[in-house]
């Protein structure tokens, strides 16, 4: 295993533990801040409030997603039942929405692990010592996704807008 897939995993299992030794000792310590922080229905206001005030780039699947959710779990946040959802979807749209909701998630996490390898952060933008190395990898990238592409479209995608290409700045 290469080591920075090693450096990522064990990141991942960092926090993992973190996470855990945190709630543990939370409800261990405090029970009533424990069942503030793990109610069902505050995660879904936390997760609906932060897709709503995440700067918008083009995309709404995530806010659907979560506003999906918020309705499906209406009872919770809510606490009564005289308030009825202020929108519904229908069924074939609330799992369009997942599929794609899923999608781009794991989108997401292949971006940011392709970020890691290369040193870049989300601007794009990598150390000067690690420029030619970060190109390098790029291409090998590159050629590695239009290798394992399988339609045409995938291949023009990647050729033409592979996300790590160099670009001109100014033009």
């Avoid at 080591?3 to 543990?24: C, N």
């Avoid at 801040?33 to 936390?46: E, G, K, N, P, T």
């Avoid at 790029?138 to 592409?149: G, H, P, S, T």
Wanted: negative net charge; glycine residues 4%.
């Amino acid at each position: 295993m290469s080591p920075s897939k090693q450096t990522s995993i064990k990141e991942i299992h960092r926090r993992r533990v973190v996470h855990f030794l945190y709630a543990a000792l939370t409800k261990r310590l405090n029970q009533d801040h424990y069942d503030a922080i793990f109610d069902q229905s505050v995660i879904l206001r936390q997760r609906l409030f932060k897709s709503a005030g995440t700067p918008w780039e083009g995309e709404s699947v995530s806010l659907r997603a979560e506003l999906i959710r918020s309705i499906s779990n209406w009872s919770a946040n809510v606490q009564t039942t005289d308030i009825a959802p202020p929108v519904e979807y229908p069924e074939d749209v609330v799992r369009e929405t997942f599929d794609l909701d899923m999608q781009q998630k794991e989108a997401d996490v292949a971006m940011e692990q392709m970020r890691h390898a290369l040193g870049v952060d989300v601007l794009g933008w990598v150390p000067n010592e690690g420029y030619e190395a970060a190109r390098r990898l790029a291409c090998d990238m590159k050629v590695q996704m239009l290798e394992a592409a399988e339609t045409p479209d995938e291949v023009i995608a990647i050729r033409d807008h592979f996300p790590f290409d160099d670009f001109d700045e100014r033009g």
